[in-house]
């Protein structure tokens, strides 16, 4: 198993310009998220899916979209890049969130992403 | 007040020593508790959960206080391969209509394991 995959390892945009960072992973996991993670800051939670089908918003989703159209990925979609999202961004998955309960978060390896 | 505080360190400590780390929380709701481990430039990966009559895993012991609301990380015989941040983690139940879990990450505490 993969886990969980994360392109590209290295991003750098010009304010303005639009992509896609990709998260795929591997474990049948129900549950998937987008954390950006930025010095003094700890993770905050961006957008978050149960499944296929279904995205809702975490703590800072301003100027960013997500899509969950198959359990296996969960693209994170940054549509006007400005100088405050240059950031670390890490995507999730766990099995499933089951009531008042979770389960490990399985992490992928990070986009550096520097928005200039 | 911060949801989850953690003092960043770093705490620089010779090798085989003991060292602990707390993190406190600021919602008495907060329902379950971990700590993540963070190489350098990496992502982070659990290291244990934090259960309420307290647990051990090898050199590491996690405990939960609830009337203080703080959780704590202790490493006996310390190994240079455990320098890293620790991240603690807090999740708080808001819901259904809230969101449902909600997941805190502490800024870490950074260990240097030093010979």
């Known amino acids: 198993n993969a886990g969980v995959t994360q392109t590209p390892k290295f991003q750098v945009l010009k304010t303005g310009q639009s992509m896609t960072l990709q998260c795929a992973q591997d474990?049948?996991?129900?549950?998937m998220s987008w954390y950006r993670q930025d010095p003094g800051m700890g993770l905050r939670l961006i957008h978050y899916s149960v499944g296929a089908g279904i995205t809702d918003q975490g703590e800072v989703p301003n100027g960013y979209n997500v899509s969950r159209s198959t359990t296996e990925d969960f693209p994170l979609r940054l549509l006007s890049a400005a100088p405050s999202q240059t950031s670390v961004y890490f995507c999730a998955s766990s099995y499933r969130t089951s009531g008042q309960g979770v389960y490990e978060q399985f992490f992928g390896p990070g986009t550096r992403l520097t928005v200039l | 007040r911060k949801e989850v505080e953690q003092d960043p360190g770093p705490f620089n400590v010779p090798e085989g020593a003991t060292v602990a780390f707390n993190c406190t929380y600021s919602n008495s709701a907060s329902q379950s508790f971990f700590w993540y481990r963070q190489d350098c430039r990496k992502e982070p990966k659990l290291l244990m959960s934090?259960?309420?009559s307290g647990n051990e895993d090898g050199r590491f012991t996690a405990q939960l206080n609830r009337a203080s609301q703080y959780i704590s990380l202790l490493i006996r015989d310390s190994k240079l391969s455990d320098s890293a941040t620790y991240l603690c983690?807090?999740?708080?139940?808001?819901?259904?209509?809230?969101?449902?879990?909600?997941?805190?990450f502490g800024t870490g505490t950074q260990l240097k394991v030093e010979l």
């Open positions: 983690v807090v999740n708080t139940w808001e819901g259904l209509t809230g969101g449902g879990n909600k997941l805190t």
């Open positions: 934090v259960y309420s």
């Open positions: 474990m049948n996991h129900e549950y």
